[in-house]
């Protein structure tokens, strides 16, 4: 398992990377004509990227069972 603060690092990069294919995103819908091969690609991009985050996020977070 990697170090919390490595995991911490990577999901700050990878957080700014959706943020970023979000914006990219908005401008291609609003932006005719609308490519809509490019567009699905980095929406499929973004969602993968939103897993990676997710567990990132529970490898840092561990699970607490009561």
């Given amino acids: 398992m990697e170090d919390i603060d490595e995991l911490e690092e990577k999901l700050i990069e990878l957080e700014r990377e959706h ?3 979000d914006d990219v995103i908005e401008r291609l ?4 004509p609308v490519d809509f091969l490019q ?10 990227l939103k ?12 699970d607490i069972i009561a």
């Fill in 19 to 21: 943020k970023d294919l």
């Fill in 29 to 32: 819908r609003n932006t005719p």
């Fill in 39 to 48: 567009l699905k690609r980095l929406q499929k991009k973004k969602l993968s």
């Fill in 51 to 62: 897993d990676h985050i997710q567990r990132i996020k529970s490898d840092i977070l561990p």
